[in-house]
């Protein structure tokens, strides 16, 4: 059985170091632009910067995935608007059941957000302020003109989504997470066929907190749609955060690799994925880049797993 890893340190860095045609399944979920705090990409004063990052990512990661290999994106949408709430400002909040805010405690107020303003360039039109920007859309098309195919989408129904505040706009309920391929002949489950929707909650964790995680369901549902299971399928997340993705593939047998740039994040997924190998009786390693354990880093810089 080959080992599951999770590797600290930028997956700008990392991907090229994967063998080409490697990987079975991506389920990754990247930074939203503007919205958190964090390391790597999402912290972009112009958006469209934002795409050429996450653009660089996804095209290093193509010839990384095999001839079946599919890449699962879950990625929000932002509205070209501040992001400027702090935790004292909970008192001007119109959230809640009476619109007069929660307890001052809250993760809607505590959250360590991203201080983003409004890109405004009056020569294109859709950097307007307050327009939704259509981040993902914009991502997809260049991918494609880069050499992926889209496949298709699924729409994440929240159970408990994050409540918002009075705004003249529908009140977002929903993500999507789209689905991407090498070749048109990628594995995908046919029987019973994969469904358009998916309904399910967010979930918390413990331990370090990772505000923007996705729940377990998320990646269990997409590595399942790929139709095979076990230890030769070989799943990534390049933004791997809090290990949910790996947490998904070790619970399917099959092998992880994922890349995470926050060293505490990292030390995190750790602890939580030797807990799943523990109960599973998997191989699982986690390795920092750039440390001492080079004795999982090839001569030729490749990354061996």
Same mark, same amino acid.
């Given at each position: 059985?080959?080992?599951?890893?999770?590797?600290?340190?930028?997956?700008?860095?990392?991907?090229?170091?994967?063998?080409?045609?490697?990987?079975?399944?991506?389920?990754? /979920?990247?930074?939203?632009?503007?919205? *958190?705090?964090?390391?790597?990409?999402?912290?972009?004063?112009?958006?469209?910067?934002?795409?050429?990052?996450?653009?660089?990512?996804?095209?290093?990661?193509?010839?990384?995935?095999?001839?079946?290999?599919?890449?699962?994106?879950?990625?929000?949408? /932002?509205?070209?608007?501040?992001?400027?709430?702090?935790?004292?400002?909970?008192?001007?909040?119109?959230?809640?059941?009476?619109?007069?805010?929660?307890?001052?405690?809250?993760?809607?107020?505590?959250?360590?957000?991203?201080?983003?303003?409004?890109?405004?360039?009056?020569?294109?039109?859709?950097?307007?302020?307050?327009?939704?920007?259509?981040?993902?859309?914009?991502?997809?098309?260049?991918?494609?003109?880069?050499?992926?195919?889209?496949?298709?989408?699924?729409?994440?129904?929240?159970?408990?989504?994050?409540?918002?505040?009075?705004? *003249?706009?529908?009140?977002?309920?929903?993500?999507?997470?789209?689905?991407?391929?090498?070749?048109?002949?990628?594995?995908?489950?046919?029987?019973?066929?994969?469904? /358009?929707?998916?309904?399910?909650?967010?979930?918390?964790?413990?331990?370090?907190?990772?505000?923007?995680?996705?729940?377990?369901?998320?990646?269990?549902?997409?590595?399942?749609?790929?139709? *095979?299971?076990? /230890?030769?399928?070989?799943?990534?997340?390049?933004?791997?955060?809090?290990?949910?993705?790996?947490?998904?593939?070790?619970?399917?047998?099959?092998?992880?690799?994922?890349?995470?740039?926050?060293?505490?994040?990292?030390?995190?997924?750790?602890? *939580?994925?030797?807990?799943?190998?523990?109960?599973?009786?998997?191989?699982?390693?986690?390795?920092?880049?750039?440390?001492?354990?080079?004795?999982?880093?090839?001569?030729?810089?490749?990354?061996?797993?």
């Amino acid at each position: 059985m080959q080992k599951s890893q999770v590797f600290q340190g930028d997956c700008l860095d990392l991907i090229p170091r994967l063998p080409d045609t490697s990987i079975d399944i991506v389920v990754t /979920s990247p930074p939203y632009w503007g919205q *958190r705090d964090s390391l790597g990409g999402g912290t972009e004063k112009d958006p469209r910067n934002y795409i050429k990052f996450l653009k660089s990512v996804f095209v290093a990661l193509l010839p990384k995935l095999k001839q079946c290999g599919i890449l699962w994106l879950n990625l929000g949408d /932002s509205y070209n608007t501040p992001v400027n709430w702090t935790a004292k400002d909970y008192k001007y909040s119109s959230l809640g059941p009476d619109q007069s805010g929660f307890n001052p405690e809250n993760s809607a107020y505590t959250k360590p957000r991203f201080k983003r303003k409004a890109f405004i360039d009056d020569n294109f039109g859709w950097l307007q302020y307050g327009n939704f920007l259509m981040l993902p859309q914009r991502l997809l098309i260049t991918l494609v003109e880069s050499g992926y195919l889209y496949r298709g989408e699924v729409i994440w129904s929240k159970k408990n989504a994050m409540p918002e505040g009075r705004c *003249r706009r529908p009140h977002r309920k929903h993500e999507p997470i789209f689905l991407l391929a090498k070749s048109e002949q990628h594995s995908f489950r046919t029987n019973p066929p994969v469904p /358009s929707v998916w309904t399910f909650s967010n979930e918390s964790i413990n331990g370090i907190q990772h505000r923007s995680r996705f729940p377990t369901q998320l990646p269990k549902l997409c590595i399942d749609a790929y139709g *095979r299971l076990g /230890s030769d399928v070989v799943v990534l997340d390049p933004f791997s955060g809090s290990g949910t993705t790996g947490s998904a593939a070790l619970q399917f047998g099959c092998t992880y690799i994922g890349f995470e740039i926050d060293a505490k994040q990292a030390t995190a997924s750790e602890h *939580r994925l030797q807990k799943i190998k523990k109960q599973m009786g998997l191989n699982f390693s986690a390795l920092g880049v750039g440390t001492e354990r080079q004795s999982e880093i090839s001569q030729n810089g490749r990354l061996e797993f």
